[in-house]
């Protein structure tokens, strides 16, 4: 009885462990972490992020098309989870996100969900947090500086984290 419960607790520590490194990998991310690359609007809607630090194993990055108002994103729009696999992504690497509208597939990782690009005044927020709750928004893309909404309150600069694409 004793040996069941040592297996017991030390299985309830590893499992704490486990979701505290998990927690921890998202929220070390910083503003700028990912950038956005491209952005492609056309019958085969996609993106392509790059990475300036590693992305430890099993982190949670959103996407949202939903235009920020200043504190929250709208509800009218699509949103893809990421999760970045079991393996650690180097820094430098880029992700290539295609057939976003029908059948999404992403060059590394597992992406759920599908998201329509507008051909114009359409951008596209990453982010860590919850599904419209960002805990910080780490870089955003648009085909117009009005597809952003606003970029109050999102520590993006415009030109820098937060790119439009002409």
């Known amino acids: 009885m004793k040996e069941l419960k040592a297996i017991s607790v030390l299985t309830l520590l590893v499992i704490s462990?486990?979701?505290i490194e998990i927690t921890s990998n998202e929220n070390s991310l910083?503003?700028?972490d990912i950038s956005f690359v491209s952005m492609n609007s056309s019958d085969n809607d996609g993106f392509s992020i790059s990475t300036s630090v590693n992305l430890l194993p099993r982190t949670k990055i959103h996407f949202t098309d939903s235009e920020w108002n200043g504190n929250y994103f709208g509800f009218d729009e699509s949103d893809i989870l990421w999760e970045t696999g079991n393996d650690t992504i180097n820094a430098n690497s880029v992700i290539?996100?295609?057939n976003i509208n029908s059948l999404p597939l992403v060059s590394i990782g597992n992406m759920y969900g599908t998201m329509r690009?507008?051909?114009k005044k359409d951008a596209i927020f990453a982010y860590i947090g919850n599904e419209r709750m960002p805990v910080k928004i780490l870089a955003a893309c648009?085909?117009?500086k009005l597809?952003?909404?606003t970029l109050i309150n999102t520590n993006l600069t415009n030109g820098t984290t937060a790119i439009v694409f002409k």
Request: charged share 20%; no cysteine.
């Open 17 to 19: 462990v486990l979701i």
């Open 30 to 32: 910083k503003v700028g």
């Open 96 to 98: 290539k996100f295609t």
């Open 117 to 119: 690009i507008s051909k």
């Open 142 to 144: 648009a085909n117009d």
């Open 147 to 149: 597809g952003f909404g």
